[in-house]
């Protein structure tokens, strides 16, 4: 029984990351600028939604927020190996590197507003439940991170 | 669609690595490996839930004429930790009833799991109990007019290693200055409204 109820939820799960690993990857890579981030922040948060199994009540809402807390925690350490990523910026497309690196340019809350927003299809009030933040919160973090980023992007293209 | 929309098409659509067969072998990480200062920040967020409960239990005492409910889950005490087994145990948060009132506490919850709490003007639905989320949505769904639902979480990042079991702090709410909002995706659908104590406070001191 243990074992059928373990099949499916992996199945669940799996299906969940066929679905949502692609944007949520790109997601926190845009946020984190860092491969080895999103890779293991990414990989911790399906591992996590694996273990918890049926206890977790919206699993793709669970997953991208633990993704992003997961890379902000990561983010926060001082590591001495950490760089700029710029093969990822060789295998995009350049108005797809323009922008990612017009992201790095936004603060921290600007730039998860945003990549949750564009790239994660999420609403305000999700992007708070995502965030830990509020609605209002985030929307100012939206409004002024787009607005910075337009101004960032129409610089580089001038 | 916006000219950012646009922009952000690229990510949207391009393949990311493929780590399932990482993910299947990978043995998660207790949540403290992920930074002391998720650590830190969480010690405040815990205090605030510890106390969150307390007061909302107080304050949604029915003041008379509520008989007490068939309970169906039994009033509990808070569960006793089992230190032994586990190097790091947390003891779930405990919402005190009263009468009229159905409780439930999860168990002691190893770090990097969540705990939760629940107090109800009806008996807890057992499907919840088994469901182990951390809303009762069952027990919502049958809520009559005026009943209501209290529940507290602690999710892994609040734990605060050094605190162990459960550390707790007396802090008073007013639910008058509470975000009340109707049901969102999470909750079960209804007319009903959600008062949210506590959440909004981490990070402040």
């Known amino acids: 029984m243990n074992d059928l109820r373990g099949r499916v939820i992996e199945s669940e799960i799996e299906r969940l990351y066929r679905d949502h ?39 793709a809402r669970w997953v991208w ?3 992003f807390r997961i890379a902000a925690g990561e983010l926060k350490q001082p590591r001495s190996d950490r760089y700029t990523d710029n093969q990822l910026v060789y295998e995009m497309s350049e108005p797809a590197s323009d922008l990612i690196e017009a992201l790095r340019k936004l603060s921290p809350k600007q730039r ?27 929307k100012v973090h939206l409004s002024q991170g787009r607005k910075r980023l337009r101004m960032v992007l129409e610089e580089d293209d001038e | 669609m916006s ?12 393949p990311a690595p493929d780590q399932w067969q990482d993910i299947q072998r990978r043995d998660p990480q207790p949540a403290q490996a992920h930074g002391r200062s998720r650590l830190l920040a ?15 239990a107080r304050a949604f005492v029915p003041s008379t004429g509520t008989t007490a409910p068939a309970d169906q889950t039994s ?25 009229g009132w159905s409780t439930y506490s999860s168990p002691p919850a190893k770090e990097g799991d969540p705990s939760y709490a ?19 949505p069952s027990t919502i769904e049958h809520l009559p007019a005026n009943g209501i639902v209290v529940t507290v979480e602690v999710v892994p990042s609040e734990y605060q290693s050094s605190s162990v ?7 008073s709410y007013d639910l008058g200055s509470a975000t009340v909002r109707g049901p969102e995706a999470e909750e079960p659908e209804g007319n009903y409204s959600v008062y949210i104590s506590g959440l909004p406070l981490r990070g402040r001191t």
């Open chain 2, 42 to 56: 969480a010690g405040v967020a815990l205090f605030v839930a510890a106390a969150a409960f307390v007061i909302l």
């Open chain 1, 112 to 138: 998860a507003a945003v990549v949750l927003h564009h790239v994660g299809g999420y609403s305000a009030a999700e992007i708070a439940s995502i965030l830990g933040s509020t609605r209002a919160a985030v």
């Open chain 2, 75 to 99: 009033s509990t005490s808070p569960p006793s930790p089992t230190l032994s087994e586990a190097p790091v145990v947390f003891l779930a948060p405990y919402l005190n009833g009263g009468t």
């Open chain 1, 21 to 59: 690993s692609g944007r949520l990857w790109w997601a926190v890579l845009a946020f984190a600028h860092d491969r080895e981030v999103a890779n293991d922040a990414v990989a911790e948060a399906f591992a996590q939604a694996l273990r918890r199994g049926l206890a977790i009540r919206d699993p």
């Open chain 2, 165 to 171: 079991p459960f550390p707790y702090a007396e802090r």
């Open chain 1, 65 to 67: 927020r633990a993704a």
């Open chain 2, 3 to 14: 000219d950012l929309d646009e922009r952000f098409r690229e990510l949207r659509e391009k």
């Open chain 2, 118 to 136: 629940w107090a109800s003007t009806i008996p807890i639905v057992q499907a919840d109990v088994q469901y182990g989320a951390a809303i009762p």
